[in-house]
């Protein structure tokens, strides 16, 4: 079957078409980003994101048919993106789909963005076991997910403030370095001494066992203006490179004890933050230290994209055939659809 994939939660515009049951693959995917345009804000303006998603849907539909040599009336299924994200966003690639779904009387998957950062993992390693723990960590999300089975998963741990790749783009921003701030600490982090400066690992007040990293923010701020740090210098890059060792650690640790104490067969770590070098690099370290098998996006499916949006709709398709595949009533939803589960200690 031939699956067209549509993704518009943010600022990314990707249409992608995959073959599952012969092949199993992605056969082309076009993406618009809209980095450009946001960089001057140092974040995303929803207004922008919007139109700009409308202007180009079209095109890259027409360029991701072309790529792959599937003409739309080979298509069997459509997949789309209806939450998390931007609800301007997300309602021009809703809307694109449905009108493709009533003018082709074609199926049509609803897909959630947050469970497709899961998927990601699958379209390149096949045999990942369960149970396991996947941790999709982004510039919008920070959340670590316990699943028994597919479509059978809970909430372990979310953030409770800003999420992790926020904390970099804040951070970046502050200092004048640029958007997005992930790639840019990454690549200022072998310039500064990891160890030099401490940050405090946050604690819930509560007990909870959620994340929270605004934490981080204010210290390196703070940091930065007691000992008048400016961009650029050894104090600079230290205390860049102490910041992204502390943020790196904070997720491992927390991440390796939950695994610890569920007892999980895989370990899945996606989303834009898992393009990280530090981040890929402690978590192998890690799990190979406890015999534990990591499964890691390709980095062209660790950002937003379209191949992980029609990978998962044709899991949802084929796994529940008696849902319904033609309501276009569909609407886009703001915040993640999972359930929470307890505490697990």
């Not at 992930?182 to 994340?211: C, I, K, N, Q, V």
């Not at 044709?314 to 009533?329: C, H, K, N, Q």
Request: hydrophobic share 40%.
């Amino acid at each position: 079957m031939y699956v067209l994939g549509i993704e518009s939660s943010c600022d990314e515009t990707a249409v992608a078409v995959i073959e599952r049951g012969k092949r199993n693959a992605v056969l082309s995917e076009a993406i618009k980003s809209q980095i450009e345009l946001h960089a001057p804000f140092g974040g995303i303006v929803p207004e922008i994101a919007a139109r700009t998603h409308y202007e180009a849907i079209e095109l890259l539909c027409q360029e991701a048919l072309c790529r792959s040599g599937v003409s739309l009336d080979d298509i069997g299924l459509l997949a789309v993106t209806q939450g998390p994200g931007l609800v301007g966003s997300l309602l021009v690639g809703l809307s694109f789909a449905k009108g493709l779904a009533l003018a082709r009387g074609l199926p049509l998957a609803a897909v959630d963005h947050v469970a497709a950062h899961v998927e990601a993992s699958f379209i390149s390693h096949g045999g990942i076991a369960y149970p396991l723990l996947a941790l999709v960590v982004s510039g919008g999300h920070t959340t670590l997910f316990h699943q028994e089975a597919k479509f059978s998963g809970r909430v372990v741990a979310k953030t409770r403030d800003d999420a992790a790749g926020e904390v970099m783009d804040k951070v970046a921003k502050h200092f004048g370095l640029g958007y997005p701030g992930g790639p840019l600490l990454d690549e200022l982090y072998a310039r500064g001494d990891p160890r030099r400066f401490r940050f405090t690992r946050p604690r819930m007040s509560d007990g909870g066992e959620d994340f929270s990293f605004s934490g981080y923010k204010a210290a390196l701020l703070r940091l930065a203006r007691e000992r008048n740090i400016q961009p650029q210098g050894r104090d600079f890059h230290d205390l860049l490179a102490s910041f992204l060792e502390s943020l790196v650690e904070y997720l491992a640790g927390k991440t390796l004890e939950a695994a610890d104490f569920l007892g999980v067969r895989s370990l899945i770590v996606s989303g834009g933050v898992s393009r990280n070098s530090l981040l890929r690099r402690r978590f192998a370290e890690a799990c190979g230290a406890r015999g534990l098998p990591l499964y890691l996006p390709e980095p062209r499916y660790c950002t937003d994209n379209a191949a992980m949006i029609a990978w998962l709709g044709y899991e949802r398709y084929t796994a529940f055939p008696g849902e319904r595949y033609d309501d276009l009533g569909l609407n886009a939803y703001s915040r993640a659809a999972f359930r929470e589960s307890k505490r697990h200690r």
